[in-house]
């Protein structure tokens, strides 16, 4: 029921390039669709040469099912294909990233990612925060929405009375007033000669205030990378956009 | 010549944790290490049950090597340990994520991750940018450290001539006002209800001109990420320091 075939590749570097794979002796490698824009890992599965070359052609990330002995492209039945953007290899070539665009969640459960279960919310070392593996930025995008929802619902526990965010999330005056002293503060830590550690600090803190103001207006971080990368991704990006074929 | 040794869990929850998860017919899962604070996947492995249990017991990735049939610890040799601060399991549970901080460089080439080797510069449709899976804010991060380099090596082709980058790298005047006028905007974006659309272009703008600045003082975006994650992870991940054993 699949609509994607397997073009055999005729250019003599996708085959080269294809060779310099150490395949396992089902003829296999590890291949992780990773999120271009917010780096989260959507999924991991097997890929055999196939597979690759179908998602290099495809630019759809494309796996080999060791269950049902096939070719599936992530997608053809949810129709939320995983837009593949460039393929890595590992130094040893034995295991490979789909880094690209997902159209859609990635797991069949609904969720962002296959990723939603966290040894440490299990064994109860979380006491609040995703349990999703989320890096960072986006972890700190999470903690900022939760607080807002505790305003919306009023929800307030023991472990979320007072908050900074909270307080900010409720006076734009003070949150604007709070980004554009940040913004003066970053500039001064080099106007000034105030080192890097203080540009690092104060770079922090525009992130963090600009961030709440992000979550009042209901804006994923998520859009903010697309736009950048629209902008910016000038190299090998967009140069692939405009190739008829192959990555 | 490990240090780390597969000490027995006591804890019926941590194995009962192990018990959810799918061991292949060699009683193994693939095991993905990533980089909290920027999201790489800096190498992936295999893990049997020994090797998830350690790494919950001692917080360091562990894996179990197929071609010399032992558990080992990333960094036993080279001390670039990768300190786990949580595993995840994908939805069907025949997948992990050791999600932690490397200590150095993770591939044995002295590179950051092992995912070096793009397909899309191999086959020539990389004009110019980075080779390793990148995401984007750390892509934009790189264009920006190129044009930098670019000026400090006065390397000048026909691709990089005229930058806006580059213009803003050498005028700290002009810099430092388009930062705080952008960071106006963003704010204005609110106060003047322009919209979400606004808000994330707005962000975006902020986000570009405060990194040329990071460039500027050679400072990397991880920096800031690691303060973002010191100040703002009082979830999971401080809660966590505070335990003596297990995630
Ligand atoms: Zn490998
Ligand atoms: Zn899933
Ligand atoms: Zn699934
Ligand atoms: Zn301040
Ligand atoms: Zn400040
Ligand atoms: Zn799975
Ligand atoms: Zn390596
Ligand atoms: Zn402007
Ligand atoms: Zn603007």
């Known amino acids: ?35 271009i824009d917010t780096g989260a890992i959507l999924m991991q599965g097997f ?24 070719l599936w492209t992530k997608g053809e039945t949810s129709s939320n294909f995983i837009n593949v953007l460039d393929v890595f290899f590992d130094c040893d070539h034995d295991s490979i990233i789909y880094l690209g665009v997902p ?17 440490a919310d299990i064994l109860g070392s979380l006491q609040s925060g995703t349990k999703s593996a989320l890096t960072t930025l986006y972890l700190l995008e999470d903690i900022i929405k939760q607080k807002k929802l505790e305003i919306e619902e009023q929800t307030t526990t023991s472990s979320n ?29 080099v106007e000034e000669d105030e080192g890097k550690d203080r540009t690092s600090s104060e770079f922090a803190d525009v992130l963090y205030h600009a961030m709440v103001l992000l979550a009042v207006q209901d804006v994923n971080l998520q859009e903010v990378m697309k736009i950048l990368r629209a902008r910016f991704s000038q190299s090998g990006i967009d140069e692939k956009k405009n190739r008829k074929s192959g990555l």
Not at 2 to 31: C, H, R
Not at 104 to 116: I, L, V
């Open 161 to 189: 009375k007072a908050s900074w965010t909270k307080t900010l999330l409720e006076n734009r005056k003070l949150l604007c007033s709070k980004i554009r002293e940040e913004a003066d503060e970053l500039c001064r830590s």
């Open 47 to 70: 890929a055999n040469r196939d597979a690759v070359a179908t998602t290099m052609n495809s630019h759809l990330a494309t796996f080999y099912s060791r269950s049902r002995a096939n």
């Open 103 to 119: 159209d859609g969640p990635t797991c069949h459960t609904g969720a962002e990612t296959c990723y939603f279960t966290s040894a």
């Open 1 to 35: 029921s699949s609509s994607v075939k397997s073009e055999p590749l005729s250019t003599t570097e996708v085959e080269a390039l294809l060779d310099t794979i150490k395949w396992d002796s089902n003829g296999l490698v590890v291949a992780i669709a990773q999120h």
